[in-house]
């Protein structure tokens, strides 16, 4: 999970009365989307019980705190509005299922990059396989001897999905990315998007995540070697 803090300078009664109306709002009333240039770049709820206000007069300062609402889905049962999912769904629906409980899935063009090397002896080497391998809504429910049913959380769906690859979800450039952990050592990162019904949208480029000492990074002289 990733947070953002922004701080804002309140310098008159128009921004004062926002802020006020600011800190009395509920959960997930308020989304903050940033940018890198046109391009999205990250978006999360605010936290509107984690805000500071600095008690002075005018111009005073005015913090919030917004996250990608990962962390909020281990509270969300995976479920349709409180009706059970029937059937099967494929990997990728299942995914975008649980992200968009989060509540800002409406502030994406696709909402989920997918960097999958594991295949099973029924798939190709190009085979998509969060489209073509399904999941059974039940296998997320737990029912009791009396019938009554207990729902996994939305957490837990993305976590048994990830473990079973061998991947870490990150909300990063525009996406939520789903990226297999042995595929860094490669460098190059090769994606399949998804829009927020779980449906296949586009292909990404192989995209480099390395940096080069000395050109991406400098080196700070200082430090020592063993």
Same mark, same amino acid.
């Given at each position: ?62 913090? !919030?705190?917004?996250? @990608? *609402? =990962?962390?909020?889905?281990?509270? #969300?049962?995976?479920?349709?509005? &409180? ?85 870490? !979800?990150?909300?990063? @450039? *525009? =996406?939520?990315?789903?990226?297999? #952990?042995?595929?860094?050592?490669? &460098? ?39």
């Amino acid at each position: 999970p990733s947070v953002a803090d922004v701080s804002f300078r309140v310098d008159g009664a128009v921004l004062n009365a926002f802020v006020t109306d600011f800190i009395g709002a509920p959960e997930q009333r308020f989304r903050l989307s940033i940018y890198k240039g046109v391009n999205l770049f990250w978006v999360g709820n605010v936290q509107t019980d984690n805000v500071r206000k600095q008690d002075k007069e005018y111009p005073y300062i005015f913090s !919030i705190r917004a996250a @990608d *609402g =990962l962390a909020l889905l281990k509270d #969300i049962d995976y479920n349709n509005d &409180g009706v059970a999912y029937e059937g099967t769904a494929t990997i990728a629906k299942h995914v975008c299922n649980a992200l968009s409980k989060i509540g800002t899935s409406d502030l994406f063009s696709d909402l989920l990059a997918v960097n999958n090397n594991w295949y099973s002896d029924q798939h190709t080497t190009s085979s998509d396989v969060y489209n073509t391998s399904k999941i059974d809504y039940r296998r997320f429910i737990e029912i009791d001897s009396t019938g009554t049913k207990t729902y996994k959380s939305c957490y837990y769906v993305l976590e048994s999905i990830c473990k079973a690859f061998g991947s870490r !979800i990150v909300l990063s @450039d *525009g =996406l939520f990315r789903i990226v297999q #952990i042995n595929e860094y050592e490669g &460098g190059n990162l090769s994606f399949l998007t998804y829009d927020s019904d779980g449906l296949p949208s586009s292909s990404y480029a192989n995209t480099s995540y390395r940096l080069s000492d000395g050109t991406d990074i400098l080196r700070l002289y200082g430090g020592s070697f063993q």
